[in-house]
């Protein structure tokens, strides 16, 4: 039955490159945002917050096609992207990461945002009267205090992105060795005559990688609480 | 010397005070509500007047009219707030030496010592806030305070949050450091006793403004009994034994004479 052929293995390791790779880029861009929606006021911040939920509610092929209409070829940032820096998305498995970043952007934002609203503003407020100037009471106050929020956005951010189908498919097709990850493998497998097998082994290890993402979740969060609040 | 000269609306509540101290530790004495802890918050650039200017040394920390207001971080104000506000994830020596690193001054073992002895706090250094008593943590947080170098120190009602055993534990230490660091202080009460314990100065302030200025005798007048050869004076001591303690419904001219 674990008798992983290689085209599997290379959608697993895919899988959780994508995985990986769009959880660690998203998470300072998520930290920033969900610090501004928690802590300033400014105008059009509802429509911000509406526009970072939207591919929460959004259908995902919605948000794979819109995908490809900007980041593709041919599309407004994705044809200067590639004529000016040379970065395509379209097709590659860069593509699948930004759309795995994506789709799972608001799942890693929310958790973070609700601890930084948890902090005691008070603490900051102290921080300051000490010398320490905003982005010195950010570095060391804020983030640490939100640590446990951070952690549980990337694993939320990650269990997000390693099961993403809709939007990946969409935007950067299922191409075996590029793009094909865990979930369009099983996709694949599932519509051929005898890859039940195949399908059900896929099904296995995603279970397994879920679970082991949850437990290290659990065992970091516990980790990260007991640290802020003295051993 | 500290001079302020604030004005602040702060919804139905309006704060106008203007006092100079060249104490070594002013009292700021009034009943809760009236506005102690906002006017220290200005002081400290926690609040902005809406008119007004701060002073300290001749450095102008707020001026409205010139529109300067120096953020919290560039004063060097130290503030102790009635509740500490230890940073819950750093230990107490990290919470010490937090001030000295944001502000990149160089270590100063002795300075150190020196802080950690008067405050008794040297066997707390490797616990967290979390695992501290309450007077523990008023005695790590005034550490905190003065290790970050300030050339003021402001005290909001650092015995506020203790019951009354712990208050007596920790008062010596303010005199200690009254009488030992070279460091001036505002210190906000609604307690005249630890006020006359304490303060050298005193600022009275009742709705939001200051009804009375002067030295420590406005509190020692009343408890002395009546001098019957000054038949003034004793009036005025009949007076102020009148009022109940800590309440503020005295004449600023019965201090004028009084503080003489």
């Known amino acids: 039955m674990l008798d992983i052929s290689p085209t599997e293995w290379t959608a697993i390791l895919l899988s959780l490159r994508v995985a990986i790779i769009a959880t660690l880029v998203a998470t300072p861009f998520g930290i920033g945002l969900a610090w501004l929606l928690a802590r300033r006021d400014f105008w059009g911040k509802s429509a911000l917050d509406a526009l970072v939920h939207l591919p929460l509610v959004l259908p995902p092929v919605v948000t794979g096609y819109l995908l490809l209409l900007t980041f593709g070829r041919r599309g407004l940032v994705g044809a200067w992207l590639a004529d000016h820096l040379g970065i395509v998305f379209a097709f590659r498995w860069t593509g699948a990461a930004l759309a795995c970043g994506v789709m799972s952007f608001p799942l890693l934002v929310r958790p973070i945002r609700l601890s930084i609203e948890a902090i005691d503003r008070r603490l900051e407020q102290a921080a300051g009267t000490l010398g320490a100037a905003p982005w010195q009471v950010f570095t060391t106050v804020t983030l640490p205090l939100a640590l446990p929020g951070v952690l549980a956005g990337m694993v939320l951010g990650f269990a997000k992105a390693i099961g993403e189908f809709g939007a990946t498919i969409t935007f950067v097709s299922n191409i075996p060795g590029e793009t094909q990850t865990i979930s369009s493998a099983i996709y694949s497998l599932i519509q051929t005559p005898d890859g039940d097998t195949a399908a059900l082994r896929l099904v296995v290890i995603s279970i397994v990688i879920a679970m082991g993402a949850l437990i290290a979740s659990e065992w970091l969060a516990r980790r990260a609480t007991k640290r802020l609040h003295g051993n | ?260």
Do not use: C, W
């Open chain 2, 1 to 260: 010397m500290l001079r302020v000269d604030v004005a602040k609306q702060l919804g139905e509540f309006s704060l106008q005070a203007a006092f100079t101290s060249e104490g070594r530790v002013t009292g700021l004495f009034g009943a809760s509500g009236a506005g102690k802890t906002s006017l220290i918050g200005m002081i400290a650039g926690l609040l902005r007047p809406d008119r007004g200017v701060i002073s300290i040394d001749g450095e102008v920390l707020d001026d409205t009219s010139m529109r300067v207001h120096v953020p919290p971080h560039r004063r060097r104000i130290g503030y102790v707030f009635q509740d500490a506000r230890l940073f819950p994830h750093l230990s107490v020596a990290q919470n010490l030496d937090y001030g000295r690193r944001m502000n990149r001054l160089a270590e100063d073992p002795a300075q150190r010592t020196r802080v950690t002895d008067l405050l008794d706090i040297g066997s707390l250094l490797d616990r967290r806030p979390g695992q501290l008593s309450g007077g523990e943590r008023q005695r790590v947080a005034l550490g905190r305070a003065l290790l970050s170098k300030p050339r003021l120190l402001l005290l909001d009602e650092p015995l506020g949050s203790l019951d009354e055993g712990r208050k007596v534990e920790i008062l010596p230490y303010l005199v200690r450091l009254r009488d030992e660091a070279s460091i001036p202080m505002v210190y906000v009460s609604h307690d005249a006793a630890e006020l006359r314990q304490v303060a050298t100065q005193i600022v009275m302030l009742r709705n939001g403004r200051v009804t009375a200025f002067g030295g420590v005798k406005v509190f020692r007048a009343r408890s002395r009994p009546p001098d019957r050869s000054n038949p003034e004076r004793s009036s005025i001591a009949a007076r102020l034994r009148d009022v109940a303690d800590g309440t503020l419904l005295i004449a600023p001219i019965a201090f004028a004479t009084a503080a003489k």
